[in-house]
């Protein structure tokens, strides 16, 4: 694990003062992440060009396979990325009701799943997001239907609040700190349509641990990080040893309750 910073010990002590008064009041808790995440805008903004920077150099370095652990190489890329795939879309078939038609995939990386979820919201609008220009780049050459932005104001404007009936997440806020979860999880929040479905697979420990490039955190930092969706554990598999947890859950409807 790398030093703390400063900053790191701030986020912590925000994050646990958060937990304690959303155990008194989910609206309290509301109104405190909110600010915080405000609070957080500028230093989002530089944590993105930071991962747009790692992101580039791992992408020019590896190509495709810079998605997966490293530790699969060049030969392994296929089975893992097709074993990856039997595990997830019966899942994600599961919760689906049938009726969605627009998805999101954040941090869609090349697209390797992004055009077949076009197939599953019944071919009406797919849309990668990610902040690797290079990853992008492939996706687009590679998958035909879909839309791919990597520019966080066109996801973060007008044009698609609640637009989405899915986002998908697959092994991306594992390399988020934690003030870029929160403030990822509000735009998320604000992106997906009332009782849209948010379908996430991430690295899980019972305890928080990384090593500065990815993060393990309890299934229960999820739940809380997403509160707007009752957020519930489907499945769990493992990449090389690494836990990862399916979860899946749907954002609560207008006007009903942010407690849990
Ligand atoms: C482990 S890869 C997974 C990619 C894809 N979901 C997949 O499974 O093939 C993590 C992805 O998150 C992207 N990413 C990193 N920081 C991001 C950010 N702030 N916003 C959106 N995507 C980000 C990276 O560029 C990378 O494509």
């Given at each position: 694990m790398p030093a703390q910073t400063v900053d790191e010990d701030w986020t912590i002590v925000l994050s646990a003062f958060a937990t304690v008064i959303r155990r008194m009041s989910g609206q309290v808790l509301k109104l405190e992440t909110s600010r915080y995440a405000e609070a957080h805008m500028d230093s989002a903004d530089a944590e993105r060009d930071r991962l747009a920077k790692v992101w580039r150099q791992r992408a020019q370095q590896?190509?495709?396979?810079?998605?997966?652990?490293?530790?699969?190489g060049p030969e392994g890329y296929r089975a893992e990325d097709a074993r990856q795939k039997s595990l997830v879309y019966p899942w994600l078939r599961q919760a689906?009701?049938?009726?969605?038609?627009t998805v999101l995939d954040f941090?869609?990386?090349?697209?390797?799943?992004t055009g077949d979820l076009f197939a599953l919201v019944n071919r009406g609008a797919a849309v990668g997001f990610d902040v690797s220009e290079d990853l992008l780049t492939i996706a687009r050459g590679s998958v035909d239907r879909a839309t791919f932005i990597g520019d966080y104001s066109v996801l973060s404007s007008?044009?698609?609040?609640?637009?989405?009936d899915v986002i998908v997440v697959l092994?991306?806020?594992?390399?988020?700190?934690d003030a870029l979860c929160v403030e990822t999880a509000s735009l998320l929040a604000t992106r997906l349509k009332p009782e849209g479905l948010l379908f996430l697979a991430e690295n899980t420990a019972e305890d928080i641990r990384g090593n500065g490039f990815w993060t393990l955190r309890p299934v229960s930092w999820y739940q809380e990080l997403f509160r707007e969706v009752d957020l519930n554990v489907v499945s769990k598999y493992w990449d090389l040893g690494a836990e990862v947890s399916i979860m899946t859950g749907r954002k609560k409807a207008i006007g009903s309750s942010t407690t849990r």
């Amino acid at each position: 694990m790398p030093a703390q910073t400063v900053d790191e010990d701030w986020t912590i002590v925000l994050s646990a003062f958060a937990t304690v008064i959303r155990r008194m009041s989910g609206q309290v808790l509301k109104l405190e992440t909110s600010r915080y995440a405000e609070a957080h805008m500028d230093s989002a903004d530089a944590e993105r060009d930071r991962l747009a920077k790692v992101w580039r150099q791992r992408a020019q370095q590896y190509g495709e396979r810079c998605v997966l652990n490293l530790a699969h190489g060049p030969e392994g890329y296929r089975a893992e990325d097709a074993r990856q795939k039997s595990l997830v879309y019966p899942w994600l078939r599961q919760a689906l009701n049938g009726k969605e038609q627009t998805v999101l995939d954040f941090g869609c990386g090349a697209g390797r799943f992004t055009g077949d979820l076009f197939a599953l919201v019944n071919r009406g609008a797919a849309v990668g997001f990610d902040v690797s220009e290079d990853l992008l780049t492939i996706a687009r050459g590679s998958v035909d239907r879909a839309t791919f932005i990597g520019d966080y104001s066109v996801l973060s404007s007008d044009q698609y609040a609640e637009y989405f009936d899915v986002i998908v997440v697959l092994t991306v806020i594992g390399g988020f700190s934690d003030a870029l979860c929160v403030e990822t999880a509000s735009l998320l929040a604000t992106r997906l349509k009332p009782e849209g479905l948010l379908f996430l697979a991430e690295n899980t420990a019972e305890d928080i641990r990384g090593n500065g490039f990815w993060t393990l955190r309890p299934v229960s930092w999820y739940q809380e990080l997403f509160r707007e969706v009752d957020l519930n554990v489907v499945s769990k598999y493992w990449d090389l040893g690494a836990e990862v947890s399916i979860m899946t859950g749907r954002k609560k409807a207008i006007g009903s309750s942010t407690t849990r």
